[in-house]
Each structure stands twice: as structure tokens, then as C-alpha cells.
């Protein structure tokens, strides 16, 4: 009789703490602009009187995915099962590329497309690597290896290029902290490589 109470004693206690199992959450992050005041707006005439279009960013297949990487090693990645961008870092990046050109006015036109006739410029990103670094010292570094290119539509000559491989260490091992500074950095080589559009083109 006693081992047929402790056996059911033992049944209810294993029953009821798999129904106190907390239940894991996924977090999703985002790639924004910045607040306006980190941009440099203005509401003077465009530098060039000419249309820009910005093509879709490319993204090196390791990093062209939901899934955030995390560098272990030199030739190894990982991907946080929990936690993941909110849509695919070309989803983010290709629209801050345009509003921050169409803020920045080199340009008098700048969109993803045109209709009503072709554009003088193609301004181009590709994305060789997005992600969060594992250090020796156990912390971790947002990483971002790019380059932009400026191509004359009419002769399809790349006109102008900028590259950038930055990494920055994060305060705390903290993913949000990973996605403001990607964030940070990417608009950081964006203002460089518009300032340099602006000195080369509008002569």
C-alpha cells in the first residue's frame, strides 16, 4: 500500500513540473534607421539633378537569413536558435539605403524602381558578413564587412566604391545591443560614402 502512495506521490510531482515548464519565447530583432537628428536631412535643392536607384542589397549566403550568426571561430558559425532578425537583414537594409538617400538629397530622385524613365545611377551593397563575434575575453563584437558601389547606368561603369569592415564590442552580451549597433555602423559608411558621392559627382 505504501509504495502504491509513494508511486502516485511521485506521479503527481512529475506531472505537475511539466506543467510549470516555462515556455520559451522567441526574440526577434530589427535594423532601423536612426533618429533624425543622427542623419544629416536638409531641406535644400539637390546636389545633382539626377534620379538613383538603389538595388536590392545583397547578403553573403551564410548571413542571408532570419537566423543571427555567432562566430566562434575563424572559419565557424553558429545560428541562436531563439533568437532571430524579424525579417531578412536585406528587408531592412534596402529601405534605410533609400530614405536615407532621398534625406541626404545628392540626388533628386532616389527609389527601389523607376517608371517613368531609366535612372542616371545604381547604387549597389553587397553584404559579406552581419554578425555577433565570440572573443576570447568572452564578449562579444557586432561585425559588418561591406562594400557600396555607385554604377553609371548609361555605360554600367562602377563610378565610385566603398568598402567597410568594422567591428565594434557590445557593453554586455546583449543581442538588442548587437542590432543598434549594426544599426550605428551601417549608417555611419552610408554618410561616408554619400559625402563621398556628393565631393566626386557634383563638381
Not at 14 to 42: H, P, R, W
Amino acid at each position: 500500500m505504501r509504495q502504491i502512495i509513494l508511486f502516485s506521490l511521485v506521479t503527481i510531482f512529475f506531472l505537475s513540473g511539466c506543467g510549470t515548464q516555462k515556455e520559451t519565447i522567441k526574440k526577434y530583432y530589427v535594423i532601423e534607421s536612426l533618429n533624425d537628428s543622427t542623419i544629416a536631412m536638409t531641406d535644400s535643392l539637390p546636389t545633382m539633378d539626377a534620379w538613383c536607384e538603389v538595388a536590392e542589397v545583397e547578403v553573403y549566403p551564410a548571413f542571408d537569413t532570419r537566423r543571427i550568426v555567432l562566430r566562434d571561430e575563424s572559419h565557424q558559425v553558429r545560428y541562436f536558435g531563439n533568437h532571430e532578425w524579424a525579417v531578412s537583414p536585406a528587408d531592412f537594409l534596402t529601405p534605410i539605403i533609400i530614405d536615407f538617400l532621398a534625406g541626404y538629397k545628392v540626388f533628386a530622385r532616389v527609389d527601389d524602381r523607376f517608371w517613368e524613365r531609366n535612372p542616371d545611377y545604381s547604387f549597389q551593397t553587397t553584404v559579406f558578413n552581419l554578425e555577433v563575434v565570440s572573443t576570447k575575453r568572452k564578449t562579444f563584437e557586432a561585425h559588418l564587412k561591406l562594400k557600396f558601389d555607385l554604377i553609371d547606368v548609361s555605360t554600367d561603369a562602377i563610378l565610385l566604391t566603398h568598402n567597410a569592415d568594422r567591428k565594434s564590442e557590445l557593453k554586455e552580451r546583449d543581442l538588442n545591443l548587437l542590432a543598434a549597433e549594426i544599426s550605428q555602423i551601417f549608417i555611419d559608411e552610408l554618410s561616408s560614402f554619400s559625402i563621398q558621392i556628393e565631393k566626386n559627382l557634383s563638381k
